[in-house]
């Protein structure tokens, strides 16, 4: 019997540019220098995962792997770049052959090669978001779907049910019943739109950018040629942000690294937040499954944070049941402990917020070197009206200040419109939110409607011949619309039917006295079927409008309300620009926004059950998993100083009054040595 004789691999002494062994801290030396065969790096927060990538990268060049045998993937150009950069930095040459970049640039780029394949021309066009909503609009009428008589979804939302049901790689169907329920009773319909969809793409040799990944897919499963070329090509995979990708994605990854499974992921199974745009920390979990052998390594040493603020962090995520048991160790010297604070209510929270941002702007900390986070865009509210009464310069990076989103200006043209007739902005807002109602069509209703309002206000006397406390005679809004219906277009007939209705309702003395009432009733009046119909994120908009009623509840007429939002408003334009220049703005934004960012001083605000984390969470033991990473990427963000905060009363739509909150669940998890307790007091003066 013939016995086996092993070949060891032969390599010439390497002679290395790089010093590994110094340049790493131990951890990231380890994986940074791992033989081939797939390898799993958790690297957690602050802990230099681009730093453990990038030197990766060199490792292998130095070694003697050419550098057009690498591919490597992130999910932004910019890091991509930064990372490349660095690599050619640290050897001192050029890497133009090494392949490097997002998802979808390198599936364009294979593609571009290869689309004949898969039956499209290699000048295939890739469509931007307006694009695909106009070819999609066209694929609606073409069904003959009247979108009125259904409340059929807008193009932009039927495009998100698409793009979440081929990244997750679930069929339309199951998307709709996950995610978009109330479409359910249509998903025949909204199937027949996809293959029109589908058919007039390839038809005109069009891509839309989800098409760079799943085609990329067929490309790779249909031909085995392709398949293999690229698997031989591609001898070391590297990929950013593992616990980012979803199903698509960490398919294309299984399917390159089948024959040689040099595959090498770096992640934090605790920083994945991005389920609502498919992202599936299972894959992250589920590595060492899927790759037999593989090798894992934990990087825990953290360079951000002082030992208080990662002790409090270690704590706020170790209730997960689901995660790979890691510690965040801390390299910097000891500061200050992290703060719970109690305030009475939401106005309260502000307050303190500006105050203590203030303080610390005293004491040198810049305000552009402080963050507030927060759950959901409704929650930093009053935080936003506080600061601009205080003229404290910010910038909000979460998306537009909370009064200027189209969902509140919506709400408030219906206030403004029965406030003041002759409101044409506010008229006109609400007659294009119909359906068959555009510019054209809102100046002639327009017209119709002006005609019809008294040419003066005649304000009768009072006894004393003044005019000053008499109050005008209300026009009859609602009766006016009625008069104009006959110019309404067939699409319209039953929107302009229901918004005479609403505006006589909103008329009415008891609605109208209340402009929190008043907001009420525009939702419950047609306006939540309104947002589930144009948005994707109606949920969310949805809380944004229920909040703004809380809001209003402290105003006595809807004259006062407006009168304020105008205010403030014209307050944060105006006053704060001086102020700008020099940019030390303290930032405003969402935790989901925040990720990757660092700052001196960290606010994490509205920490109340039910708020953060949020209701729907509650329903199931994922999604509070996934808040309770999320709570962990928030207090991981700070460098120095952290602060967790919570109103202990908050209004509660559809109750009377406001209501005792409870503070949420990931504070009462921390043990009462990893904080202190500060509980606000009113200062006493005449």
């Keep these: 019997m013939a016995k086996d004789y092993v070949l060891q691999p032969y390599h010439s002494e390497v002679d290395l540019k790089i010093d590994y062994k110094e340049e790493l801290n131990q951890q990231q030396w380890e994986a940074v220098t791992c033989p081939p065969g797939p390898a799993l ?5 602050g802990a230099g995962k681009t730093r453990t990538l990038t030197y990766r990268v060199a490792y292998l060049i130095e070694h003697g792997v050419e550098a057009d045998r690498i591919l490597l993937l992130t999910f932004t150009n910019k890091a991509a770049k930064e990372m490349m950069h660095r690599v050619a930095s640290l050897l001192g040459q050029e890497l133009n052959s090494l392949w490097g970049g997002t998802f979808h640039s390198i599936g364009n780029r294979l593609l571009r090669r290869h689309s004949q394949s898969i039956a499209y021309p290699s000048d295939f066009t890739i469509m931007d978001r307006e694009d695909a909503k106009d070819l999609l609009s066209a694929c609606i009428a073409a069904e003959k779907i009247d979108v009125k008589a259904t409340r059929f979804p807008k193009p932009d939302v039927v495009a998100d049910i698409f793009s979440q049901a081929v990244n997750r ?6 998307m709709i019943q996950e995610q978009f329920g109330y479409f359910k009773h249509l998903t025949s319909q909204i199937e027949a739109v996809l293959k029109r969809y589908m058919d007039r793409k390839r038809a005109g040799g069009l891509m839309d950018f989800d098409d760079l990944l799943v085609l990329w897919l067929e490309l790779l499963k249909k031909d085995e040629v392709i398949r293999q070329r690229y698997q031989q090509r591609f001898q070391y995979v590297l990929v950013d942000e ?23 992921v770096v992640g934090d199974d605790s920083q994945s937040i991005y389920s609502w745009r ?23 040493t953290n360079y951000r944070s002082t030992p208080e603020i990662l002790n409090l962090a270690n704590s706020a995520i170790a209730a997960n049941v689901n995660q790979f048991d890691k510690e965040l160790q801390a390299v910097r010297d000891t500061g ?16 303190f917020v500006a105050q203590r941002a203030l303080e610390l702007r005293e004491e040198g900390t810049e305000l552009d070197s ?10 930093a509210m009053e935080i936003q009206l506080e600061l601009t009464r205080r003229n404290i310069p910010f910038v909000i990076t979460s998306g537009i200040r909370f009064f200027e989103q189209a969902h509140i200006k919506d709400v408030a043209a219906y206030i403004k419109l029965v406030v003041n007739a002759r409101d044409e902005l506010a008229f006109k807002r609400l007659a294009k939110m119909l359906p068959g109602i555009g510019a054209k069509s809102a100046d002639k209703l327009w017209a119709k409607f002006s005609e019809r309002l008294p040419d003066r206000l005649e304000l009768p006397a009072d006894e004393d011949g003044s005019e000053e406390s008499v109050s005008a005679p209300p026009i009859e809004i609602a009766k006016i619309l009625v008069e104009c219906a006959a110019l309404v277009p067939k699409k319209g007939k039953a929107a302009w039917a229901q918004l005479t209705a609403t505006i006589a309702q909103l008329e009415d ?60 408003t014209n307050l944060d334009t105006e006053e704060r620009a001086p102020e700008t220049e020099d940019n030390e703005r303290i930032r405003l934004t969402s935790i989901h926004q925040a990720k990757g960012l660092e700052f001196d001083v960290v606010f994490v605000v509205m920490l109340c059950d039910g708020l953060f984390p949020s209701s729907r969470s509650l329903e199931n033991p994922e999604a509070e998993e996934e808040e309770r990473r999320l709570f962990y990427v928030a207090t991981t963000r700070a460098k120095n100083e952290l602060y967790l905060s919570y109103p202990m009363m908050r209004f509660a739509q559809g109750r009377t009054g406001d209501v005792m909150q409870q503070p949420s669940r990931f504070l009462n998890e921390l043990p009462e040595k990893v904080y202190e307790s500060w509980n606000l007091c009113r200062h006493s003066s005449f």
């Design 278 to 300: 498919g992202a599936d920390y299972t894959n992250i979990l589920e590595f060492p499954k899927r790759y037999h052998g593989a090798k894992t390594f934990k990087i825990e």
């Design 336 to 351: 200050a402990k992290p703060v719970v604070v109690s305030c009475n209510d939401a106005n309260e929270q502000a307050a």
């Design 169 to 174: 790689m679930i069929s339309v169907d199951d």
């Design 41 to 45: 790096v958790i690297a957690g927060a």
């Design 509 to 568: 003395a008891a609605i109208r006295s209340s402009p929190s009432r008043m907001i009420e009733l525009i939702l419950d009046a047609g306006y939540e079927e309104y947002l589930k119909e144009v948005f994707s994120n109606y949920r969310s908009r949805l809380e944004d409008v229920q909040q703004i009623a809380q809001y209003a509840r402290q105003f006595e007429s809807p004259e006062e309300f407006l009168a304020q939002l105008a205010l403030e």
């Design 242 to 264: 593992y616990q980012d990708t979803n199903k698509l994605q960490s398919s294309l990854i299984d399917l390159l690294a089948e024959g040689h499974g040099n595959v090498m």
């Design 370 to 379: 402080m963050a507030i986070l927060y759950r959901s865009h409704f929650h």
